[in-house]
């Protein structure tokens, strides 16, 4: 399994703009699909983007399309999550998972390494 740690979260205004950063290490992050997933508080873990490990092919929730751009970095062995027009809805715990040579899937359960997850707070 490859290790994960997940960065640049914290409180930001309603219309602002975040960067989170996922950190791989262990193994190179290259041969991994990553992919992000937020809680809430009080509701269940929800998909929110995933990259391919050829990182050639992205998909996203629909909440989060046109907003949110995911991105990976294989020199860095890092993968981001760039959020724009950022609502108050989209505060959660933000987890960045991965799944080696997986398919870009919004199933948490194909992804078998998890992060400990970022706090991004949006106020109105």
């Known amino acids: 399994q490859v290790q994960l740690v997940e960065s640049g979260g914290g409180l930001v205004q309603a219309g602002g703009s975040l960067r989170l950063s996922c950190a791989a290490s262990g193994r190179t992050a290259g041969s991994y699909t990553m992919a992000w997933f937020r809680q809430a508080p009080g509701k269940e873990r929800q998909f929110v983007a995933a990259?391919?490990?050829?990182?050639?092919?992205?998909n996203y929730a629909d909440s989060v399309t046109g907003r949110f751009t995911i991105a990976g970095d294989n020199a860095k062995n890092t993968v981001s999550l760039q959020m724009n027009s950022l609502k108050p809805e989209d505060t959660a715990v933000y987890y960045c998972a991965a799944n080696l040579y997986g398919a870009v899937v919004s199933v948490q359960s194909a992804y078998d390494s998890w992060g400990q997850g970022t706090q991004v707070t949006v106020s109105s």
């Open positions: 990259i391919s490990w050829r990182r050639d092919r992205a």
